[in-house]
């Protein structure tokens, strides 16, 4: 069984905050999922002794006529939010909090 400690760890770990009040019902939820993934143990998946790799095989399309030299230029450039010169900036979605 879960007990409250587990379940803040598991938050602190996912960047969760829960809530004191909550985290005995977050446990006991941990628990009933735990349970049904559990279901999967009881599964009877028989494996044949000797498996074989898929038949694999190329898949090429159909070369055709190259769209001209920046064609979509523009258009791509106008999608960014800024633009310095030559370079393109988009907003900074990485953090190291």
């Given at each position: 069984?879960?007990?409250?400690?587990?379940?803040?760890k598991?938050?602190?770990?996912?960047?969760?905050?829960?809530?004191?009040?909550?985290?005995?019902?977050?446990?006991a939820?941990?628990?009933?999922?735990?349970?049904y993934?559990?279901?999967?143990d009881?599964?009877?998946?028989?494996?044949?002794?000797?498996?074989?790799?898929?038949h694999?095989?190329?898949?090429?399309?159909?070369?055709?006529?190259?769209t001209?030299?920046?064609?979509w230029?523009?258009?791509?450039?106008g999608?960014?939010p800024?633009?310095?010169?030559?370079h393109?900036?988009?907003?900074?979605?990485?953090?190291h909090?």
């Amino acid at each position: 069984m879960a007990s409250a400690e587990d379940v803040k760890k598991l938050a602190a770990l996912a960047r969760l905050s829960i809530p004191e009040d909550k985290l005995e019902a977050r446990a006991a939820e941990f628990d009933r999922i735990v349970a049904y993934i559990a279901q999967l143990d009881e599964l009877d998946i028989r494996t044949d002794a000797t498996p074989q790799a898929p038949h694999l095989r190329n898949v090429f399309r159909e070369d055709g006529e190259p769209t001209a030299a920046a064609t979509w230029t523009e258009k791509l450039v106008g999608m960014f939010p800024r633009r310095d010169g030559d370079h393109l900036s988009v907003k900074k979605i990485i953090s190291h909090d």
